[in-house]
């Protein structure tokens, strides 16, 4: 009983020793504080071996001096220069010696005499990391181009480069460690050298693994989070849950999100986006594109993400009928533009706290009729119909202050008065983070789990206001009469013979599964009530167009073109695309072209995309056939400009420049968009101006990154006045001529 006493004190007394030691460290660190601030940036040293101090003194001190030390033993130092008032900042920076090993950066202050240390950092030199690195990506790019005709071969190739990509990610950042960036480097020599003897690293991994795909947009590594159930097979087909992450997050923490491991207490989303914890188990696999992070899953982001799913079917037994998608926030509105405009795509959707475009940036922003009818032409509102299949889950908080609830409200209310399956979760009192409750025990997966796509429904309903047209199932709206105006197709089969009923359609295409229409069998096609087609079935598209007298069958093979679409003037952003500016005028004109085309190029925090910046002069004809082009110039400083001149709806007039029968003047300018003069299936967007003073017009525009949530707005062309405010602007037609234009209030 004496030893059990005499160690419940002995316990007792050591636990509130080290609780007022831990108490009283704290206290000196506090204090410390208040001297001085010590950054240390970065503070993992792997390129060379020089890192940027900063010191900003919080109390008058009679002098500084910040000194480097390996343990006990100083390397270096350097006294600070700074005045004596407090708050006065010093930068520079120190050297290390490049053998890598902890260095310790202290800074001290002279207090009554004495040199007291106040601050401390820890900084890590790590000898020739990157150049290792590098080193290996060139193995690795090596390997993939000697499997890049081989999907099976080249996919775990570049599950190995977004690994490097990730660990070059992380060695930049401020709270990177030496000791977790040298496991991971050795685990990818491990990866580079099963890959050089043949054979899959990642062939038997299960659980959350990192993978990757060169991009066709910008020739990089393009990331993607996965999910492998502990238990897969290739023996059987699985089930597939598609999820889209929100606004300023990435793949990463959309994968956690959805499988209910949200941030843990005290652990940022900036953490969260790096730390993997142990995931549920789920009996699907699970998939989050990265879509070039905040670009809203459209343009070049929207086919990042069907290029994840083709990828992720390539790798794995996907069940095609068993496939699901859902998002939060941006993701949630990702969910409904994907599900409703490719309802064929997914056996149910859940968009969670989503923007369908009813509220706080929908069509009451809008201030003309041109503006209205582009919102309107987009709307998912007005294509619901095509959910006839789709079971759709919405969740939202009521209290959410960024995306107000009235969006799944209004839309869930849509679904349901055209008697489709639907319903909704209302979180009392949650904000916009109810994305913690709606995936909180990867509980979402239980209500995908009964539902499966209809893969040959013998009734299509399919409405699409995307000027390309579209398709779902076994019909497809080729071409449309008129464009930013809804076009729909109801169709239904029975004994052997389909009944299509379209409104403005001008060109369709039928193209049945087996589970219809076997090759070869007999298939009659009524149009309108009036029999078009009676014959085999050959396979492939039935093509079938309008003409003056109706509907007639059609063998030609029909060539897209580029057209005034839903993105207006930033259609050519939405694909691949390059900046160019003129450079044959002046220097005050080429200098304003090139500093807007470099603002106008930069995504900010919306996309880690990094576009070319080009002199008119150096871009070969071979290369800006390539891709769209976002162009800057004056009239007289553009060289292709003026040799294509007959081919854009602009002219130079001793007033300034004249569109569409309206002048701009010298100090104004004009922004269009329009198709490539040199390939008529690809855009140019073309900002112009009569003058250097003129090109100053276009500053904000230049600045503004999506035009639909900014000052740019909703349209195919603007003309802006010296202050970059919007004058007037309108709509093209299918042909590319002016079909609307008008002025902006003031």
Same mark, same amino acid.
């Given at each position: ?7 419940? =004190? ?19 660190? $506090? ?26 003194? %919080? ?16 390397? /270096?130092?350097?006294?600070?220069? &700074? ?14 010696? +490049? ?17 007291? !240390? ?30 890049? /005709? ?5 996919? +775990? ?55 990757? =795909? ?22 059987? +087909? ?38 993997? !914890? ?10 989050? @594109? ?64 989503? =923007? ?59 679904? $349901? ?19 913690? !409750? ?19 429904? #013998? ?13 779902? =199932? %076994? ?37 049945? @599964? ?7 069998? !007999? ?50 952003? #939405? ?20 500093? &807007? ?7 900010? +925090? ?45 002219? #130079? ?23 490539? @003069? ?69």
């Amino acid at each position: 009983m004496f030893y059990r006493i005499f160690g419940y =004190y002995f316990i007792c007394s050591l636990f509130f020793s080290l609780m007022f030691a831990v108490s009283g460290e704290a206290q000196i660190a $506090k204090i410390q504080r208040k001297y001085a601030t010590l950054t240390v940036t970065p503070l993992l040293l792997v390129e060379e071996n020089k890192a940027c101090v900063t010191v900003q003194p %919080w109390m008058e001190c009679s002098a500084w001096k910040v000194g480097v030390y390996d343990g006990g033993r100083l390397i /270096s130092e350097k006294p600070l220069a &700074l005045p004596a008032a407090p708050s006065s900042v010093w930068v520079d920076t120190l050297e290390f010696p +490049p053998d890598g090993r902890e260095y310790a950066v202290i800074l001290e202050a002279q207090l009554d005499g004495v040199w007291t !240390p106040v601050a401390e950092q820890a900084v890590t030199v790590l000898a020739g990391f990157y150049d290792k690195l590098s080193a290996i990506r060139r193995e690795l790019e090596s390997l993939e181009t000697q499997t890049a /005709s081989k999907p099976e071969a080249v996919q +775990p190739v570049w599950a190995a480069l977004a690994f490097l990509e990730d660990l070059m990610e992380r060695m930049k950042a401020a709270d990177a460690s030496a000791w977790d960036v040298e496991s991971r480097l050795r685990t990818l020599v491990g990866y580079l050298s099963a890959l050089k003897e043949g054979t899959d690293p990642f062939e038997s991994q299960t659980g959350y693994q990192l993978r990757g =795909y060169r991009s066709p947009v910008t020739g990089e590594m393009q990331l993607f989070s996965l999910y492998i159930p502990e238990d897969y097979s290739e023996d059987r +087909p699985w089930p597939m849950v598609v999820m889209l992450h929100g606004a300023y997050s990435n793949h990463h923490l959309a994968l956690r999100r959805v499988m209910g491991e949200t941030n843990r207490p005290g652990e940022d989303d900036a953490a969260a986006k790096k730390n993997m !914890p142990s995931l549920p188990y789920v009996r699907y696999v699970v998939v989050a @594109p990265n879509g070039y992070e905040t670009m809203s899953y459209h343009g070049y982001a929207e086919e990042d993400v069907w290029r994840v799913m083709e990828e992720t079917q390539t790798l794995l037994n996907i069940d095609p009928n068993r496939v699901y998608l859902t998002g939060l926030s941006m993701g949630g509105g990702g969910t409904g533009k994907l599900g409703f405009r490719y309802p064929d795509r997914f056996a149910a959707i859940a968009p969670v706290c989503g =923007y369908f475009g009813y509220a706080n940036r929908g069509e009451t922003h809008l201030k003309t009729d041109f503006e209205k009818k582009l919102y309107r032409s987009s709307h998912l509102s007005e294509i619901a119909e095509n959910l006839l299949y789709v079971p759709t889950k919405f969740m939202h908080g009521d209290a959410d202050g960024t995306v107000p609830v009235e969006e799944s409200k209004k839309m869930h209310a849509r679904l $349901k008065e055209l008697g489709y399956k639907t319903e909704i979760e209302i979180y009392p009192s949650v904000g916009h983070d109810v994305w913690d !409750p709606g995936y909180n025990d990867a509980r979402l997966f239980e209500w995908f789990g009964p539902f499966q796509r209809e893969p040959a429904p #013998k009734k299509v309903i399919y409405k699409t206001g995307d000027s390309e047209g579209g398709s779902a =199932y %076994w019909i497809k709206i080729v071409d449309l009469q008129k464009i930013r105006e809804i076009a729909s197709v109801e169709a239904e089969f029975q004994d052997r013979q389909v009944s299509i009923h379209p409104k403005n359609v001008k060109r369709l295409a039928l193209h049945f @599964p087996p589970e219809l229409v076997p090759v070869n069998a !007999p298939v009659a096609v009524k149009i309108e009530d009036r029999l078009i087609y009676v014959g085999p079935y050959p396979g492939g598209d039935l093509s079938f167009q309008r003409q003056d007298f109706g509907w007639a069958f059609f063998e030609d093979t029909f060539v897209p073109r580029a057209l005034p679409n839903r993105h207006g003037l930033d259609a050519a952003r #939405k694909a691949k695309h390059i900046y160019v500016f003129g450079s044959k005028g002046s220097e005050a004109e080429t200098s304003e072209a090139r500093a &807007l085309a470099v603002r106008k190029s930069q995504e900010g +925090p919306l996309a880690d995309v990094h576009w070319p910046v080009i002199d008119e002069a150096q871009l070969s004809e071979a290369e800006a056939v390539k891709t769209n082009i976002v162009y800057f110039s004056t009239w007289d400083g553009s060289a292709a400009v003026q040799e294509f001149a007959s081919k854009l709806p602009v002219r #130079k007039t001793e007033q300034g420049l004249e569109f569409g029968g309206r002048v701009i003047a010298a100090d104004q300018a004009i922004s269009f968009v329009y198709p490539h @003069p040199l390939d008529p299936q690809k855009y140019v967007q073309v900002n112009l101006a009569a003058s250097a003073a003129g090109l100053k017009a276009l500053r904000q525009f230049a600045i503004d990154s999506e035009p639909s949530y900014s000052r740019v707005p909703m349209t195919d062309f603007v003309c802006f006045d010296t202050e970059g405010n919007p004058l007037w602007g309108g709509l093209f037609d299918k042909d590319w001529n002016v079909e609307m234009m008008g002025d902006y209030p003031k």
